[in-house]
Nanobody, 125 residues
């Protein structure tokens, strides 16, 4: 069994920063790729960023490139998302996800087998 628990969400003004964390437990020896997705009210879940756990390859959505940084702490089995220069359109529930089947650094939600419960990020104008 695999568990992913997100934290770090909250309310911030536009231009501010937040750091999300995702604590992973279970089959940690098999991690291949982990990612962040988000879903705003009335919208479909969309890709934000992902990272290959062992090699460090990353992939970012165009909308967050240059503002968000994804990273991992292998000792703590934790995934991070540093979000800077936040905009109101970044408001969403942010989900952590794990792909234990490949090194694809995929931006497709269906490629991920495990998901956290989500953490709310709200950016005020």
């Amino acid at each position: 069994q695999v568990q992913l628990v997100e934290s770090g969400g909250g309310l911030v003004q536009a231009g501010g920063s937040l750091r999300l964390s995702c604590a992973a437990s279970g089959r940690t020896v098999s991690w291949y790729t982990m990612g962040w997705f988000r879903q705003a009210p009335g919208k479909e879940r969309e890709f934000v960023a992902c990272i290959n756990w062992s090699g460090g390859r990353t992939n970012y959505a165009d909308s967050v490139q240059g503002r968000f940084t994804i990273s991992t702490n292998n000792v703590k089995n934790t995934l991070y998302l540093q979000m800077n220069s936040l905009k109101p359109e970044d408001t969403a529930v942010y989900y952590c996800a794990a792909d234990l089947l490949s090194n694809r650094v995929s931006g497709t939600a269906n490629d991920y087998q495990y998901w956290g419960q989500g953490t709310q990020v709200t950016v005020s104008p």
